[in-house]
């Protein structure tokens, strides 16, 4: 047991906030400085940080004896080791080092939550999440909801690199607007297999594919969201900076769903409901 | 998504769904559909048992942090876990487990101290007909070793009380404080208080004392002296004024003008007809009788001496019995001591050990009962964590046409496939007469239908956001291509 935090891998969580910090600090840095060995030892921090994140996951997978996806605590390992793996790739794919010091900053910002909220033991996992649908259910969830965490984060950038008030994007704004997109359908497509996969496993559990509950009806309300706003971005209309601010509103739904979901009056009843 | 929309429809249309209750021992052939009507299965489900599976209970450590309204849990671990030292997070503590007992028993005990204010004591063997049974006895009040025979342990110069306990009987006292000066009073006499000079009269005493509003007076509820009063009497200007002195509620009642006596009350003692004592520190057997040491005479660990006990109407006809001392303790302090009956977790236990600097408390834990004070507002306990079911399964058989018997079960994510149906586990219930499990039952011909269509639902997105723009961008390279 650690001696900062009574929480289940409390030195790993600790060990995972410092790498991530330091990969957010060098990172900022690096931007600041625009310097690109700086850049580069960013981009090696936030791998080694992902690195060690996996292990602290795999940690707890050996400890707990299941998959370490239960509780809201064991997810705040899988987010930030998700979102840092999915950008390293975007990073890769489209050059845009501007990206790391947010993705280090979001997933430092979940290893936080973990230790303000922190599990102080392993929850035993109830029959009904006994199957093997239950770890690439949620493993395709939470790739989908990293990919439009950095869909959003670009947006953001996007808006915030625009010029003016004009809705139609500069040539220094596009390469954020194109691979938020392209971070956007990713997301969509993981979305949309997660949302499959839970529906063939309630099928194969209950017999229904569907039942209505708060946490199944705020995913597809989120998954319908993302569909309205990949044909909007190719309406002339909400092209450009509109389309950023709706893939912004979209990622609230996503969080809503993810965080929201005891406010409702009907999680009690929930079996996606985090206790 | 035609094919996935197809098959929702097909399993919709076609397809027929319903629910089965069964109790253990019975059997169906039928379910009840959506619309209340039962449907044949073509086959005979029969539940032949129905079972709870529990993990295994975890037994385990908490730190509780008392709250304003309720404690809580600040940190935990496997007892497992416990055997090196744990830090209390916030704090200069540390805790372990010392010892795990599966079927703890825990027993009162003496052990030696250093402190020289303690008491000693003596532990001593009593051979009462078969089976000889241990006892510690400590100085003070005689303690009961075997029916009928009491043991006091005494300190050196003991001797005079333990001969006067036996002594003849002393008659209750009442004493009267006034000024500082306290002396005894008898009923019928007449005293002068000192300092005032005030002359009063003891004329009643009430052993249970309550005022019946009946009568208009004082009166006793019992002979018992559960509430002693004491009337005392003051004449001035030839009028007797009465007060009553109350033993347990000194001043109760008390008038300025009138005399400011406090009373204590000792009760008549009755003396044990005959005791035997043992000098924890000079090791000696005393026996006393009548007002009188009769006997003192050196005993030795490993000594054993004969006893007598009396014939009495509580004992029934007199006895020998047997004592051997074992062990003496100059000074001794009351502690507990536990073992394992057996290695079977019945009745789980703990030692722990609470460090902070160099200081180290010991206290023996269980389930559900005290905790152990760490500091100020935290305390360390021990408890299950309660069963939590782990699967819940339907034992069946499934008959068909020609009488043949296959057994199967039943569990959430584990649903039996016979025939075209699919059984799901979807609820049980316990009542007087058993187990029942609850069944969804569902026809579903478009299943395949589905799967196919969300398969070429996953593989149309792959094509169109990732295959299809990478063709175009390869064959817009090679139109380059060409043109150049």
């Known amino acids: ?23 957010a600090f060098t990172a900022t840095g ?68 501007l990206l790391v010091p947010f993705a280090a900053a ?33 493993v395709t969830y939470f790739v989908a909801y990293a990919a439009l965490f950095i869909s959003a984060v670009l947006s953001v950038l996007a808006l915030w690199k625009g010029e003016g008030k004009t809705p139609r994007l500069t040539s220094t704004v596009l390469p954020f607007s194109r691979a938020s997109e392209n971070a956007a359908v990713f997301g969509f497509a993981a979305l949309t297999l997660g949302l499959a996969m839970g529906a063939l496993w309630a099928k194969s559990a209950w017999g229904e594919y569907w039942s209505w509950d708060a946490k199944e009806n705020w995913a597809f309300i989120t998954w319908l969201s993302y569909l309205a706003y990949h044909h909007l971005r190719l309406l002339g209309a909400w092209r450009g900076r509109r389309a950023l601010w709706v893939n912004v509103a979209c990622f609230g739904a996503v969080m809503f769903t993810y965080l929201g979901m005891h406010l409702l009056p009907t999680a009690s009843s929930s079996l996606h409901v985090y206790q | 998504m035609v094919a996935l929309l197809s098959g929702a429809l097909i399993g919709n249309m076609f397809g027929t769904r319903g629910n089965l209750e069964l109790r253990v021992g019975t059997d169906s052939c039928s379910f009840i559909d959506e619309d209340k009507l039962a449907q044949p299965l073509g086959f005979t489900l029969k539940l032949d048992k129905f079972d709870i599976e529990k993990y295994p209970t975890e037994y385990r450590m908490y730190v509780f942090a008392e709250g304003d309204k309720r404690y809580s849990v600040i940190q935990t671990a496997s007892i497992k876990d416990c055997r090196e030292w744990i ?24 052990k030696a101290c250093n402190d020289p204010s303690a008491p000693s004591a003596v532990r001593v063997k009593v051979l009462d007909g078969k089976a000889p049974s241990e006892k510690w006895v400590m100085a003070g009040p005689p303690t009961g070793v075997v029916k009928g025979l009491q043991i006091q342990c005494i300190e050196p110069g003991g001797h005079d009380a333990l001969a006067a306990a036996t002594g003849s009987p002393t008659p209750e006292k009442h004493l009267i404080t006034i000024d500082h000066n306290t002396f005894e009073v008898r009923l019928g006499q007449t005293y002068t208080a000192p300092g005032s000079g005030r002359k009063f009269t003891v004329v009643e005493f009430l052993p249970d004392f309550y005022y019946d509003f009946q009568k208009k007076g ?44 406090v009373y204590k009350y000792i009760p008549p003692v009755s003396p044990i007809e005959q005791l035997w004592a043992i000098d924890g520190k000079t090791q000696e057997l005393i026996f006393a009788s009548g007002g009188k040491i009769v006997l003192s005479q050196s005993l030795k660990a490993g000594q054993q001496q004969q006893v007598s006990i009396p014939a009495s109407e509580e004992n029934g006809n007199g006895r020998i019995v047997t004592i051997e001392l074992q062990e003496t303790l100059d000074h001794a302090v009351m502690s507990k001591v536990a073992r394992t009956l057996s290695q079977e977790p019945k009745n789980p236990g703990v030692l722990v050990e609470v460090k902070r600097g160099d200081s180290v408390r010991q206290a023996y834990l269980v389930p559900d009962a005290d905790s152990a004070p760490i500091e100020d507002g935290l305390s360390l306990a021990f408890k299950a964590r309660s069963e939590q079911p782990k699967a819940y399964k339907s034992y069946v058989s499934v008959v068909n046409d020609e009488g043949a018997a296959t057994q199967s079960t039943i569990a959430v994510n584990a649903p039996l496939k016979y025939n ?21 039952v569902v026809n579903d011909p478009g299943l395949g239908a589905v799967y196919a269509g969300l398969i070429m639902v996953a593989i149309g997105v792959i094509y169109t956001y990732y295959v299809r723009p990478r063709q175009t961008a390869g064959g817009n390279s090679r139109l380059k291509e060409g043109l150049s």
């Open chain 1, 1 to 23: 047991m650690s001696a900062i935090t009574p929480a289940i891998g409390g030195d790993w969580l600790i060990a995972g906030m410092g790498a991530y910090a330091i990969s």
């Open chain 1, 30 to 97: 690096a931007e600041i400085t625009r310097r690109p060995r700086l850049k580069n030892a960013g981009i090696t921090l936030l791998t080694g940080a992902m690195i060690l994140n996996g292990a602290a996951i795999a940690w707890m997978w050996i400890s707990a004896g299941r998959a370490p996806f239960k509780t809201l605590y064991e997810t705040m390992f899988l987010y930030p080791f998700c979102i840092a793996l999915i950008s390293l790739i975007l990073v890769r794919l489209h050059r845009l080092s």
């Open chain 1, 106 to 138: 979001g997933a430092l910002t979940c290893l936080l939550y973990a230790l303000w909220h922190p599990d102080l033991e392993f929850v035993l996992l109830p029959p009904a999440l006994q199957s093997a649908w239950f770890v690439p259910h949620v």
């Open chain 2, 87 to 110: 830090p209390v997070s916030g704090t200069e503590t540390r805790y372990r487990v010392a010892e795990y007992y599966p079927d703890i028993q825990i027993e009162d005990t003496l």
């Open chain 2, 218 to 261: 004082a009166a006793t509820r019992s002979a018992a002296p559960n509430n002693p009063a004491l009337g005392i009497e003051e004449t001035t200007a030839g009028k007797a004024e009465r007060e009553w002195l109350f033993a347990n509620m000194p001043g109760h009642g008390h008038k300025p003008e009138q005399l400011d006596a």
């Open chain 2, 420 to 440: 075209g149906y699919t059984f799901y586990q979807s609820g049980y219930r316990s009542d007087k007469k058993g187990d029942c499990s609850s069944f969804r």
